[in-house]
């Protein structure tokens, strides 16, 4: 069993940042991902790093958000920059460990002003 806690979320106003955070615990992880929902939409990927660091973005963040990861601490972390109002939504840290799909509880991000 992998556990994964998102930490980071809250209220921006657009063009400005956050940094979300999340912890992983458990079974070694493979790849890990954020991914976001907005009311009324489907769960669609934002960021993907594998256990490499080779990283791959959703086309509306791309070179807006990095995401990155501490391996030694089994941490994955979202930098978000020149947030819009689309992009709010909840959150989802996402892993993969021996071939299962974990999930966090989300974290709610708002860009408003």
């Known amino acids: 069993q992998v556990q994964l806690a998102e930490s980071g979320g809250g209220l921006v106003q657009p063009g400005g940042s956050l940094r979300l955070s999340c912890a992983a615990s458990g079974y070694i992880v493979n790849t890990m991902a954020w991914y976001r929902q907005a009311p009324g939409k489907q769960r669609d990927l934002v960021a993907h790093i594998s256990n490499s660091g080779r990283t791959s973005y959703g086309d509306s963040v791309q070179g807006r958000f990095t995401i990155s990861r501490d391996n030694v601490n089994n941490m994955v972390y979202l930098q978000m920059n020149s947030l819009k109002p689309e992009d709010t939504a909840v959150y989802y840290c996402?892993?993969?460990?021996?071939?299962?799909?974990?999930w966090g509880q989300g974290t709610q991000v708002t860009v408003s002003s």
């Open positions: 996402n892993a993969v460990s021996l071939g299962n799909v974990y």
